[in-house]
């Protein structure tokens, strides 16, 4: 994806996973310097109070789902090796705006791993993928070196140990495709297949990869585990804010002055993100909304600068945190043009199982392009409206929801810049 | 569904189905195709209809059944109760160009139907081009023959072919399957379709043309 | 048509095993004609009043249309967008696309606008073949004789000379562009002898002939770098010079934003097709939703002399049943091949073979005396039996007749196991606007091909000479048309509406009426209201 800047991004405010502490790279000695491993030897010692304490802290699913991570440890735990059980460490992180993941990748890969390894421990996982978006070079690399520094070093013999079997780490680079990241795709991927999404039932938890038991985390998910393990569960819930949990990396990015990535409290309100830590908006402009999500998710607009940005509070203004992506556009950025690109993210990222979908998404792209370049008209505009009626729910996996659930609300927000724009 | 004569009613016996067409609700008699629901019900800005029996490949729709959502054309497609309608704006221009005027022999086809059709190659096996074709037509094995270079066959896959461009719709590797059928039936004509009877005639009104210039010239 | 023998009753009532006994013997076919062929209707003809036709018949509804008031007015253009280019094709059949392709090979700048989807068109439903004498035991003399004979000697000679010389030259061209014909083992192009020809002559492929031209011509176009392809975009009317009597260019608007458009060229070629979607005399039509007539009206109304404005030609075997198929063609092939016309008595009335006219007066003439199939208060029909021929021949529709099968399959229907159920449907205009052999119509700047123009075909069409018609005019019109060099300062007005206006006014015509049509009224559904 063009949105894809290979520049690392700028790390505003650190607490937790990006403190600078943490953020020594493929340097092990460094990172067990500064308290690397501990989780680790805790883990090793009780495997299985890691659950409960992670179960305790009410850890989330921080790729986008903010689904409870330890309900989908449990499922995995119940599960007897089939004669595998898979970890796949989620980085395939393609969408417009989301750009966390490889922060933690690049900078602080040992937390990662540790936190790979702690959990694998806890639910008896005895392969664990770390699965990343093939054009982050650089997270690859530090990936590569840390790995091997593991298998090196005597952290993994250890955990091989406590498991009773060999723990095997893999680097694997994604396939490129956005839809790579969707769960049931990426294990289509780690089997050597193209990532299409998987029909459900049978869940990953039961039948994943090669049929095993499999858990998907998202990077930053698993980075959080070593902490949690270490200082506790209540410590951890004690740094969100209101009914969040930890910490969340938010990815800011838009019309201010200071885009970046933003280790906040979970539960931060999107004011305090967008003008205290990133600056305010350029120009000093009205803010006008904040596509979430990355960017699969209903509008923010200025009424909800003060709703807290956890996942539950988002979910009640029927809005979703997602990635923790917050793409900012102030007055002036035109809405249609930004939801057709939008828009075409999608089409381009659908992966042709479903017509309603691959047809749908490809249908509203080119309706959006036509009345952002002035071609639409009054029909044009009323089959995009029939078809957000008719498409959500039609798909094998979320997209097509993600997609509509964008453009209804923009037309929810903004009509009247749909309607100026007709031919 | 209707129906065959012997469960043909006369209109208005039958209770009426109601469905919703481009978000508007349109009650139908059973047995109706969706255009004709659609000119039944009044619906405004129906203009993709043409020939009315599933060859010219106009009125293209999707249509949502429970949660299922698949395309097809709206005059092959009849009324059920609940079905939802949406008839879709016409196909954009393809984005692959070529005049088969310009192809010298064919011994070079393969080269340029790669370069004409760079996606061919790509297909990632989703099967939604088989899925979207109201034809019936093994479409992704039609473009797997031609991007092998086996255009007659190729050709004959889309024999049925009606150019409604579904599949290039639904193709998320871009590559117009629709078009690269068509490329293969052309090509195939165009070097091969050799006939004797007609060369031997177009010769002959060339040699007549060519005397009766002769006879003009000596006219004169 | 409320008498005739209910549906279920008929059917009930049919057997595909009972011995039958031959129709009986035809003994008037005038009095046979006169008394049923809508042709002869009382009523369905009239004389125009006004126009480069006045005083000549005209069937009725064509001559309101005729003589209709324009829609547009000089105010209404203001601000619209001009487009300059050489040449504007009106129509996207295969004439359209015949015409457009030649233009452009010869050099010129080629705008295409179509009312509907590019292709979408009669040509597309063509199921026969195409016309070429190419055997060895067959001429061009024998195809203009057979063609001439088959018009009732009321073709031009010219146009048809021209017609079936350019047949085997059109198809070298059509298989240059990429289009296929069936082939017999030897390589040679398959022919088929069909109604009214004295040698077999008609190239096909499969049932399919039509399909496959226009989507091979269809994509020569799309890809054709010179050619400019307009959708949805009608014509509604022809723009004159200054005193009204040369064609300069045309008002296109837009079915999707109803924004009208000007187009300055030196020549308009109308490939506008048919008028089966009027519905002439109540009829059900085989034609696509566009054809609606409008290239006669705007020809008439910039001044061009129109012929054979009473003849049409109704096909015998439409379908009555089911509704969404109504008027569309079961190919006369199922009559050659043996399939027999049975009344709601399951009774033979006529010899199948008969010409079309006559079959199809024959069939009317059951409906309307109470022997037809009646399926509700507007619809009847006979049977067409389609099982009797399968049992005389197993195999022979699924082989045969692919296009047909397809179609009734998805209404659920079998033709293998129930007759279908036929009605004459409106098929052709046999007459069009007077061209030469160029295809140029008596107005400068003004050519017609394809079902649009008239002359060629008489006051009957023979199977397989309308799709080398649209080819062969198609191509001559679109070199003509080229050939145009007038580049002087053009001037756009719509003088001949004026000059129209003041002649109806003059005869005291009503003028209530405005034309073209472009959309069935049925089908407009509220987007042309203007």
């Known amino acids: 994806m063009e949105s894809l800047s290979m520049e690392m991004p700028r790390v505003g405010v650190s607490q937790v996973l990006l403190h600078p502490d943490r953020r020594v790279g493929a340097d092990m000695a460094r990172w067990r310097s500064s308290g690397g491993g501990a989780a680790l030897a805790r883990a090793i010692q009780n495997p299985a109070a890691v659950l409960a304490e992670v179960k305790q802290a009410d850890l989330r699913g921080l790729g986008g789902s903010g689904f409870p991570a330890w309900r989908k440890w449990e499922f995995v735990a119940a599960e007897a090796p089939k004669p595998d059980k898979y970890l796949i460490v989620n980085g395939n992180e393609d969408e417009p705006g989301t750009f966390k993941d490889r922060v933690l990748l690049e900078e602080t890969p040992h937390q990662v791993i540790e936190g790979a390894v702690v959990t694998a421990l806890a639910i008896g996982v005895n392969r664990v993928v770390f699965y990343t978006n093939p054009d982050l070079t650089r997270s690859l690399a530090a990936m590569k070196a840390a790995i091997e520094q593991w298998q090196a070093s005597d952290l993994l013999a250890q955990a091989s140990t406590a498991l009773g079997r060999p723990m095997e780490l893999q680097l694997l680079p994604g396939s490129g495709h956005y839809i790579g990241g969707e769960e049931t795709a990426s294990m289509e991927w780690v089997e050597g297949r193209f990532p ?49 949990t930890g910490t969340k990396l938010y990815s800011l990015s838009g019309d201010v002055l200071h885009p970046g990535v933003f280790e906040l409290p979970m539960g931060t309100p999107l004011r305090e993100l967008i003008y205290t830590h990133g600056g305010g908006l350029l120009s000093g402009k009205p803010l006008k909304a904040v596509f979430t999500g990355g960017p699969s998710s209903t509008l923010l607009t200025p009424v909800d600068l ?41 089409a381009h990222s659908s992966c042709g199982q479903c017509n309603s979908c691959k047809v749908g998404t490809a249908t509203m792209s080119r309706l959006l392009d036509r009345i952002d370049t002035g071609c639409g008209t009054a029909t044009d505009l009323t089959t995009l409206k029939n078809l957000c009626t008719m498409l959500p729910g039609s798909g094998r996996c979320h997209l097509i929801n993600g997609a509509v659930q964008l453009l209804d609300s923009a037309f929810h927000h903004f009509p009247d810049e749909f309607k100026q724009a007709l031919h | 569904m209707t ?45 993709s209809v043409g020939c009315l029996e599933g060859v010219c490949g106009s009125c293209r729709v999707m ?24 008839f879709m704006p016409p196909a954009s221009a393809p984005q692959h160009h070529y005049e088969i005027s310009d192809f010298k022999d ?26 979207a074709c109201p034809k019936g037509i093994t479409v992704e094995n039609g473009v797997a023959l031609a991007a092998a270079g086996r255009y007659r066959e190729a050709g004959e896959a889309f024999f049925e072919c009606v150019m409604c461009e579904l599949c290039d719709a639904a193709c998320p590797e871009l590559i117009a399957p629709a078009h690269v059928g068509l490329f293969s039936r052309r090509v195939t004509a165009h070097f091969h379709l050799r006939p004797p009877n007609l060369i031997h005639r177009l010769e002959e009104l060339r040699q007549e043309r060519m005397e009766t210039c002769r006879d003009e010239d000596n006219k004169k | 048509m409320s008498n005739g023998i209910p549906l279920a009753e008929a059917l009930a009532r049919y057997r595909a095993d009972t011995d ?146 350019d047949g085997p030259e059109v198809l070298h061209w059509l298989i240059s562009q990429g289009m296929q014909f069936d ?93 089966g979607r009027l519905h002439l005399n109540g009829f059900p039509t085989s034609n696509h939703l566009g054809a609606t007539g409008d290239g006669l009206v705007l020809a008439y109304r910039i001044g061009a002399r129109l012929c054979e404005l009473d003849s ?130 008596t107005v400068p700047g003004l050519y017609a091909v394809g079902e649009v123009a008239g002359g060629i075909h008489g006051r009957n069409r023979l199977m397989g000479n309308a799709l080398l018609e649209i080819i062969s005019f198609g191509r001559r019109a679109g070199v003509a048309a080229t050939a145009d060099r007038d580049r002087g300062p053009k001037k756009v007005t719509l003088e001949h509406v004026n000059n129209l206006r003041r002649a109806l006014t003059l005869a005291g015509m009503p003028m209530t009426q405005r034309a073209p049509q472009v959309l069935p009224a049925y089908a407009a559904g509220g987007i042309w209201n203007r």
């Not at chain 3, 000549?56 to 001559?63: G, M, T």
């Not at chain 3, 309101?64 to 487009?83: K, N, R, S, W, Y």
């Not at chain 3, 400019?228 to 064609?247: D, F, I, T, Y």
């Not at chain 3, 010899?351 to 199809?360: A, I, K, S, T, Y």
């Open chain 3, 183 to 275: 082939q017999t083992p030897s390589g040679d192009l398959h022919t088929r002898r069909a109604g009214g020809m004295s040698t077999p002559r008609l190239v096909h492929c499969r049932d399919y002939t039509g399909l496959e031209m226009m989507r091979v011509l269809r994509e020569a176009v799309i890809q054709h770098r010179s050619i400019e392809v307009w959708e949805q975009s009608p014509a509604v009317e022809l723009l004159s010079n200054e005193v009204g009597q040369k064609c300069v260019g045309a008002v296109l608007t837009s079915l999707l934003d109803g924004q009208l458009r000007i187009v300055r060229t030196r020549s308009v070629i109308l490939a506008t097709g048919g008028l």
């Open chain 1, 306 to 346: 003060d709703v807290a940005m956890d996942f539950d509070s988002l979910r009640a203004r029927g809005a979703n945190l997602g990635t923790g992506a917050m793409i900012v556009i102030s007055e002036g950025t035109g809405i249609v043009k930004r939801v057709a690109e939008y828009e075409r993210f999608f």
């Open chain 1, 196 to 244: 299409f999404p998987r029909g459900k039932p049978p869940y990953p938890a039961q039948a994943g990869v090669h049929g095993c038991p499999t858990l998907i985390n998202n990077v930053e998910t698993i980075a959080n585990v070593p902490h949690i393990v270490a200082q506790g569960a209540a410590w951890f819930r004690a740094l969100g804010i209101g009914v969040g």
């Open chain 3, 20 to 165: 039958l006994a031959p129709p009986p013997a035809l003994t008037d076919i005038d009095a046979l004609l006169n008394a049923y062929h809508p042709d002869h209707l009382r009523d369905s003809v009239t004389k125009l009043a006004v126009g480069a036709n006045a005083g000549d018949n005209c069937q009725r509804e064509l001559a309101g249309l005729l003589q209709a008031e324009a829609f547009i007015d000089e105010a209404d253009l203001a601000g619209a967008p001009v487009t300059d280019i050489d040449v504007l094709v009106i129509g996207g059949g295969g004439a359209g696309c015949a015409a457009a392709l030649a233009a452009a090979e010869n050099g010129a700048r080629v705008l295409l606008a179509t009312k509907l989807r590019l292709g979408d068109s009669n040509t597309v439903m063509a199921e026969g073949g195409i016309q070429a004498a190419i055997e060895p035991d067959d001429s061009i003399q024998r195809h203009i004789q057979d063609t001439l004979r088959g018009g009732h000697h009321l073709g031009d000679p010219a146009l048809v000379s021209a017609l079936a010389g």
């Open chain 3, 312 to 441: 049409f030609q109704y096909h015998p075997t439409g379908l009555a049943h089911p509704s969404h198929l109504a008027g569309k063609l079961v190919t006369e092939g199922v009559r050659a091949a043996g399939a027999l016309l049975i009344n709601g008595l399951g009774q033979r009335f006529i010899d199948e073979l008969q010409p079309r006219d006559v079959v199809c007066a024959a069939i009317l003439r059951e409906c309307s005396e109470g022997r037809g199939v009646r399926v509700d208060d507007q619809h009847a029909g006979v049977w067409l039996d389609t099982p009797r021929l399968e049992r005389a021949n197993p195999g022979i529709l699924e082989q045969q007749f692919t296009s047909l099968m397809t179609r009734t399959h998805v209404a659920g229907i079998d033709p293998r196991r129930e007759p279908l159920l036929v009605h004459p449907t409106l098929h052709y205009q046999n007459g069009g606007a007077v061209i030469d052999v160029n295809g140029a119509t």
């Open chain 2, 3 to 47: 129906t065959s004569n012997t469960t043909a009613t006369e209109s208005g016996q039958t209770p009426d189905v109601a469905l919703t067409i481009n978000g508007l609700a349109v009650n139908a008699h059973p047995g109706m195709s969706l255009v004709e629901a659609a000119w039944h019900g009044g619906v405004p800005q129906v203009t």
């Open chain 2, 106 to 131: 064919g011994w070079d086809i393969h080269a340029r139907f790669h370069k004409i059709f760079p996606e061919a190659s790509r297909c990632r096996h989703c099967h939604g081009c088989d899925k």
């Open chain 2, 63 to 86: 249509l949502r059944r429970g949660k299922e959502v698949t395309v097809g054309l709206a005059c092959q497609t009849f009324v059920e109760d609940n079905i939802e309608v949406v």
